[in-house]
């Protein structure tokens, strides 16, 4: 056996800050806040490969076959969406690392490093699925300022993504029939614990559920 490092390695760019020093990105209305939200949501989709087979690798081993399966079938989705949108960047006349970025997601992944349950809770059922909560929006942004092929490209990540939240709750249900132990209730005082920030609504519900993640589970953590 191989032991998963740490931190997985990273390019001399982008510049990586903490996330209250990064500039504000605006909404997306000029040219420049759209490179800069597509140049984040680049850093997320690069960071979402290295957790995809971070999982896989560190707890691969607690569960089935098709959990590698599954995530390294999400890693392959997340180079895929980095690689289209660095390309789109490109098209802009910017490109990955032209932008500071930071590194909250893999923070996130270092503080649930020895628990399984406590990683599919954090980052796909929290982190991953706010993605589906802000891209509609986002994607009525860029199609109102006449931004078609970013758009396009915002719609084939969020359709895939409910598919990500959805490999999350299922592999986190497993812990917990395996465990004889109701999955909301589990998930909530996982999400109190090792999540840092507030669950603020307004959610998308119906993908949320489409995914896996009914109100039960978010509902009353939101109303905290």
Request: hydrophobic share 45%; net charge neutral; charged share 25%.
């Amino acid at each position: 056996d191989v032991a998963m490092p740490d931190a997985p390695a990273r390019p001399t760019t982008p510049e990586l800050l903490p996330p209250n020093r990064m500039p504000k990105r605006g909404r997306g209305g000029s040219e420049r806040g759209r490179i800069a939200m597509l140049h984040a949501l680049a850093h997320v989709e690069y960071s979402a490969i290295d957790l995809a087979f971070d999982v896989a690798g560190r707890f691969g081993a607690l569960f089935p076959r098709s959990f590698i399966d599954d995530w390294l079938s999400v890693g392959a989705d997340e180079a895929m969406h980095f690689a289209i949108l660095d390309r789109r960047l490109t098209a802009m006349g910017s490109g990955y690392g032209a932008l500071p970025a930071h590194a909250g997601l893999w923070e996130a992944a270092g503080a649930t490093a020895h628990d399984a349950a406590a990683r599919l809770a954090v980052v796909p059922m929290v982190l991953e699925a706010r993605g589906l909560d802000v891209t509609p929006e986002t994607v009525a942004r860029f199609e109102a300022a006449g931004d078609l092929p970013s758009a396009r490209i915002l719609q084939r990540i969020y359709t895939d993504e409910i598919r990500h939240v959805g490999f999350g709750a299922k592999w986190f249900g497993y812990l917990c029939a395996n465990e004889a132990i109701p999955p909301a209730p589990r998930w909530q005082s996982l999400v109190r614990t090792h999540f840092r920030g507030k669950l603020k609504p307004p959610f998308n519900d119906s993908a949320r559920a489409r995914a896996g993640l009914t109100r039960d589970f978010y509902e009353p953590l939101a109303a905290e």
